[in-house]
C-alpha cells in the first residue's frame, strides 16, 4: 500500500486522479461482467441462443473496441485525448443505461456491441496519461494503469454480486451506468488540458530505455507478440468455471477465488516489473519476454496436468504474477518508439490489437473445448505460449544487431 501511495504522488495529483477514474470506471462497467450468464440464460428461448448469446455478450465489445479505437486514437490526436476519456465515458454510461431496460437477448447484443465502439476509455487515458507525465516512466505509467483496471475489475465484480444478492440485475446495470456518468463529470470538470508543451515540438523523455531512439523499434512485432500472449490468457475466459467443475469438482467460491487469483498475481507484479525494466534498453526487455513467454508456457502445462486443486491455485497465482510483464511492458515500448503527436493513434491500434486478440482467444478456446473436451483447453494455452515464445525470441535476436549487445549487456 505504501509502494502504491507513493507511486500515485511520484506521478502527480493528475495522475492520482487518473488512477482513481479509471479504477472507479472499470470496476463499474465490470459489476455486471460475471453475472452476465445468468441474466441471459433467463431471457433465453433455447439453449442455442444461450450457447451463442453467452458467447456474444462478452465478444460483441470486444469487436466494438477492435473496430473502432484506432479512429478514435486519430480523433484524440486530433481533438485532444481528454476530450476523447469524456467521451468515452459517457458513451459508457448511456449504453449501460439502455442495456438496464433491454428485455431481449439480441437487443442486449447489439447494445453490448455499441457499447464497444462508444468506448475506448484506456487508450486515450495512457496517451494522456503519457502527456501529463512528459513521457516520464512510461513502463510504470502504463503498469499502474493495468493495475487500477485489475483491482477495480475484482472490486466492480464484488459490489455487483452484493447489488445481485439484493436486487435484480437491472440494478446493476443501472448503477453501473450512473458511476460512469458521475465519471464523465469528473473529468470533464477536474482534469486539466495537457501542457501547452506536450505535442510534436517537444520529444519527451524516455525513461523506458535511453537507447529507444537508436533501435529500429519493431512496432508490427510487439504488437504481434502482445496479441499473441493476450490471446493465449483469454483461452480460458469461457471455459474456467466448466473446467473447475469438470476437474477439481470445486464450488463456485473456489472457482471465483481462483480465477481472481491471476488478477491478484498481476495487480502485485505489475509494478516490480516496472521497476526492473526502467532504464533498460530494448535488447534487455525482449530477453526477459522470451523468459516469461517460456515460464508462462511452463506453469500454463503444469496447471493443466495437476489434479491438486492447491497446486492449481499457486500456479494460477504464478501465471498472474508472469503477465504483469506482459502487455503493460509493451506498451510502454510502443508508446515510447512513437512520436508525440501520434500516441493516441498508435495506442489506439495497440488497443485494437488487443481485442481482436482477445476475441480469437475466446473463440479458439470455446472451440477447441467443444471439439476436444475441457482437458484441451490448458495444452491450447501452452501451446500459444509456444508460439510467442518464437516471437518474442526472433524479436530479441534482430534488436540485438543495432546495439550489437546481449540481453545482460
Known amino acids: 500500500m505504501t509502494n502504491a501511495v507513493a507511486a500515485l504522488r511520484g506521478f502527480g495529483p493528475v495522475f492520482a486522479l487518473l488512477f482513481g477514474l479509471q479504477f472507479i470506471s472499470m470496476g463499474a462497467m465490470e459489476m455486471s461482467g460475471p453475472f452476465w450468464p445468468i441474466h441471459i440464460r433467463a431471457l433465453s428461448s433455447s439453449d442455442s441462443v444461450f450457447s451463442l448469446a453467452g458467447i456474444g ?63 475506448g476509455y484506456i487508450a486515450p487515458a495512457q496517451a494522456y496519461g503519457v502527456q501529463v507525465t512528459g513521457g516520464r516512466d512510461r513502463a510504470g505509467l502504463f503498469a499502474w494503469l493495468q493495475v487500477a483496471t485489475n483491482v477495480g475489475s475484482l472490486g466492480g465484480a464484488f ?26 463529470g469528473v473529468a470533464w470538470a477536474t482534469l486539466p488540458a495537457p501542457p501547452a508543451g506536450a ?37 480460458l475466459q469461457v471455459p474456467f468455471s466448466l473446467y473447475m467443475t469438470d476437474v477439481f469438482n470445486a464450488h463456485h467460491s ?29 535488447p534487455y526487455i525482449l530477453g526477459w519476454s522470451v523468459l516469461i513467454s517460456a515460464v508462462c508456457l511452463i506453469v500454463t502445462g503444469l496447471a493443466g496436468l495437476t489434479r491438486s486443486i ?5 500456479l494460477y497465482f504464478i501465471w498472474g504474477a508472469l503477465l504483469g510483464g506482459t502487455t503493460p511492458v509493451l506498451l510502454s515500448l510502443i508508446s515510447a518508439a512513437t512520436r508525440s503527436d501520434r500516441q493516441g493513434s ?11 486478440a ?8 470455446v472451440v477447441a473445448t467443444q471439439w476436444f473436451g475441457l482437458k484441451a483447453a490448458f495444452p491450447l494455452v501452452a501451446s500459444l505460449y ?18 550489437g549487445k546481449g540481453v545482460l549487456s
Open 199 to 235: 505535442d510534436a515540438t517537444r520529444e519527451p523523455k524516455e525513461s523506458i530505455t535511453p537507447e529507444i531512439a537508436n533501435v529500429d523499434a519493431p512496432l508490427s512485432g510487439l504488437l504481434v507478440l502482445m496479441g499473441m500472449l493476450l490471446a493465449s490468457r483469454m483461452v
Open 57 to 119: 455478450v462478452y465478444v460483441c465489445p470486444m469487436l466494438g473496441i477492435s473496430l473502432t479505437s484506432a479512429f478514435w486514437g486519430r480523433m484524440g490526436d486530433r481533438y485532444g485525448n481528454r476530450l476523447m476519456m469524456v467521451r468515452a465515458l459517457a458513451g459508457l454510461a448511456v449504453t449501460q443505461l439502455l442495456v438496464a431496460f433491454a428485455q431481449d437477448v439480441w437487443t442486449i447484443l447489439a447494445l453490448r456491441f455499441l457499447q464497444g465502439a462508444c468506448a
Open 254 to 282: 473456489v472457482a471465483g477465488l481462483s480465477y481472481g487469483l491471476l488478477a491478484f498475481g498481476f495487480v502485485i507484479s505489475a509494478p516490480m516489473w516496472a521497476r526492473l525494466f526502467e532504464g533498460r534498453a530494448l
Open 346 to 356: 498508435v495506442l489506439g491500434l495497440a488497443q485494437t490489437c488487443q481485442q481482436a
Open 386 to 403: 509456444g508460439v510467442s515464445f518464437l516471437i518474442a525470441l526472433g524479436l530479441w535476436l534482430r534488436s540485438r544487431r543495432p546495439l
Open 358 to 365: 482477445s476475441v480469437a482467444g475466446i473463440i479458439a478456446g
Open 310 to 314: 492447491s497446486l492449481f491455485m499457486a
Open 159 to 184: 459490489l455487483g454480486g452484493l447489488i445481485l444478492d439484493a436486487l435484480p440485475f437491472t440494478a446493476v446495470n443501472l448503477t453501473a451506468g450512473v458511476v460512469c456518468a458521475l465519471c464523465a
